[in-house]
T-cell receptor, first 115, second 116 residues
């Protein structure tokens, strides 16, 4: 079985300061990992994905995430937050080995950016 | 840029009524999905669809739910007799290939279903 734990339900940062959104996963073998973002009244947009290539993954809008197998983590970071980054962020896992066609979502982290 | 589109954006229905949520996946995609998010809860998988049949479904997807690809472009979710607890945001998604390989799912903007 696969699961995702997002360690913080809310994160608040000041504009221009670094962002860290934490995610730990559990997967039977070989996961694909994703970060999606949801702005108010918008759909889920893919930020970045890890699918067994480079462990440091760069995404859109300056976000990146590092896959650490030893820690079963896939934390999302950004060096400098922007007001437009305020949104809900979801860490998501799929299990490539079992061929499950479902994505498993974390509970989400709401990012607030203070001026 | 191609996108998944869902209609309507909001739907209010009376308990016991049937609703159909509509989705137009990205045109060259072969795998289609429905997820839902009850307010304050996680996004949950409902069903995946490939080659005109259900390939996987969750325990949530019981007999009151059905999916269909009635033509070459639309993908629908039908709830036969809505309950109050069906109130949620429903997301349609599509992917070019199976999520078992190096691919990603593209999501629509969601349909907010309110059952009264």
């Amino acid at each position: 079985a696969q699961s995702v734990t997002q360690l913080d339900s809310h994160v608040s940062v000041s504009e221009g300061t670094p962002v860290l959104l934490r995610c730990n996963y559990s997967s039977s073998y070989s996961p694909s990992l994703f970060w999606y973002v949801q702005h108010p009244n918008k759909g889920l947009q893919l930020l970045l994905k890890y699918t067994s290539a480079a462990t440091l993954v760069k995404g859109i809008n300056g976000f990146e995430a590092e896959f650490k197998k030893s820690e079963t983590s896939f934390h999302l970071t950004k060096p400098s937050a922007h007001m437009s980054d305020a949104a809900e962020y979801f860490c998501v896992v799929s299990d490539r080995r079992t061929g499950r066609r479902a994505l498993t979502f974390g509970s989400g982290t709401r990012l607030q950016v203070q001026p | 840029e191609p996108e998944v589109t869902q209609t309507p954006s909001h739907q209010v229905t009376q308990m016991g009524q049937e609703v159909i949520l509509r989705c137009v996946p990205i045109s060259n995609h072969l795998y289609f999905y429905w997820y839902r998010q009850i307010l304050g809860q996680k996004v949950e998988f409902l069903v995946s669809f490939y080659n005109n049949e259900i390939s996987e479904k969750s325990e949530i997807f019981d007999d009151q739910f059905s999916v269909e690809r009635p033509d070459g472009s639309n993908f629908t979710l039908k709830i036969r007799s809505t309950k109050l607890e069906d109130s949620a945001m429903y997301f349609c998604a599509s992917s070019e290939d199976s999520l078992a390989v190096n691919t990603e799912a593209f999501f629509g903007q969601g349909t907010r279903l309110t059952v009264v």
